[in-house]
């Protein structure tokens, strides 16, 4: 299957730019740059995408005909899907079209979903404790699906594939750090939401228990992406379904040692008043400073996650920042980037605010 056509969506995102990006700057790969398209929600971003010699096209997710007419108008084979986790319509949507396509060419088709690690959260009604890919996560999330939308929706993309004949994988990103590949939205979430809370409190605040969270660098979170397409696109595609979870965890971080430098590089450009942070006088302030819901701010930032990747070293994945302190070593560069390219409008942002509220 050397000749696979490939759609990326959410190309304008943090995660889906990244994507577009890397797969064109790929050398000596069977995925054949040529052959990628990215999937964009307005004119403006197809202006910009496409002066800058990328394939996209403008498309809304949510509408079911168009999506359909836009995998069969360009014979896409694998959608990597990287615009929402949690609405569970655009990923009905984008399978049933893989489904249509696989029946019109007689082809396999592929879905790659692009989950959260927010979804193995305890906070989040995760009681299964430490978790790898290895373990049979599909049952699991299926038990707990109803308290918590991301597990939900990873649900869903396994059985409406398996009905549509379609084989699906679902990648599961922790915290993502490190500077976007794409060319829009550069940033990604945790570290523009604690500055952003951090500026309007003139002070950086901590919560009592110092969450320890999984993490990969945006690069790597690539480089997994690429290998399961190389996979693909080799015919040598791994199995999907209810074996198809890859957790992309590199490391873990600390919070607390996070937010320590994430105040001093506040405080040594004047924007917050001490250079030590403070603790949080209730949940709901730090609700209302994050402009969250407050089981989404106590999720991520005063949670335990424990994944473990099991599988993505077998598809040949070799993570590069798997250490803690390579990730304290860039803190001040990740707070430059929010200072410099925040505008404060991730879609993720709006879709928590949609599904959890
Ligand atoms: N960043 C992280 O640390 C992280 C960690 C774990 C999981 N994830 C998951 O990865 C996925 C992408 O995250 P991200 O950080 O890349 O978010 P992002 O920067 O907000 O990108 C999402 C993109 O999808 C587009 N989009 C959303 N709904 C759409 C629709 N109905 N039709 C067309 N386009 C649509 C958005 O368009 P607009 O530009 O018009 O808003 C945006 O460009 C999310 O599911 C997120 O939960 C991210």
Redesign the pocket.
Same mark, same amino acid.
């Given at each position: 299957m050397t000749h696979s056509k490939i759609l990326v969506?959410?190309a304008?995102?943090?995660? $889906?730019g990244s994507v577009l990006s890397y797969l064109k700057t790929l050398e000596s790969s069977s995925i054949d740059a040529g052959s990628v398209i990215g999937?964009?929600? &307005?004119e403006e971003?197809v202006d910009a995408l496409t002066a800058a010699r990328f394939n996209v096209q403008q498309?809304? /997710? &949510?509408d079911e005909q168009a999506v359909a007419e836009l995998v069969l108008r360009n014979e896409i084979d694998v959608v990597v899907h990287?615009?929402? $986790?949690?609405?569970r319509d /655009?990923v009905v949507n984008l399978i049933h079209a893989l489904g249509k396509r696989r029946e019109a060419s007689g082809k396999a088709t592929y879905f790659i979903h692009? &989950? $959260?690690?927010s979804a193995f959260s305890e906070v989040g009604g995760w009681s299964n404790g430490p978790t790898s890919d290895t373990d049979q996560i599909f049952d699991l999330e299926k038990a707990l699906a109803d308290s918590m939308p991301l597990r939900k929706v990873d649900v869903a993309v396994t059985e409406e594939a398996k009905s549509a004949g379609v084989t699906s994988y679902i990648v599961v +990103? +922790?915290?993502?750090y490190g500077r976007g590949l794409g060319l829009?939205?550069k940033l #990604?979430?945790?570290m523009p939401l604690t500055v952003r809370a951090s500026l309007s409190r003139r002070a950086v605040y901590t919560f009592p228990q110092d969450s320890v969270m999984p993490a990969v660098h945006v690069s790597d979170l690539m480089a997994l992406y690429a290998r399961l397409l190389e996979k693909i696109v080799q015919n040598d595609a791994p199995a999907g379904g209810e074996n198809g979870y890859y957790f992309a965890v590199a490391h873990k971080i600390h919070w607390w040692p996070t937010l320590d430098r994430m105040a001093a590089a506040l405080h040594s450009r004047g924007l917050v008043q001490q250079r030590s942070t403070q603790m949080w006088p209730n949940d709901e302030e730090a609700a209302e400073a994050y402009g969250l819901p407050g089981l989404f701010v106590q999720m991520i930032f005063n949670s335990r996650t424990e994944i473990r990747s099991g599988k993505a070293g077998a598809l040949g994945w070799e993570p590069t920042w798997t250490q803690e302190d390579q990730f304290l070593q860039i803190i001040d560069d990740e707070v430059r980037d929010v200072l410099e390219l925040d505008t404060g409008k $991730? #879609?993720?942002l709006n879709?928590v605010n949609k599904q959890l509220k």
């Open positions: 969506t959410g304008a995102g943090y995660v $889906g999937a964009v929600r &307005s971003q498309v809304n /997710l &949510s990287c615009a929402s $986790g949690l609405d /655009l692009t &989950s $959260g690690g +990103p +922790p915290m993502v829009w939205n #990604s979430v945790c $991730g #879609s993720v879709n």
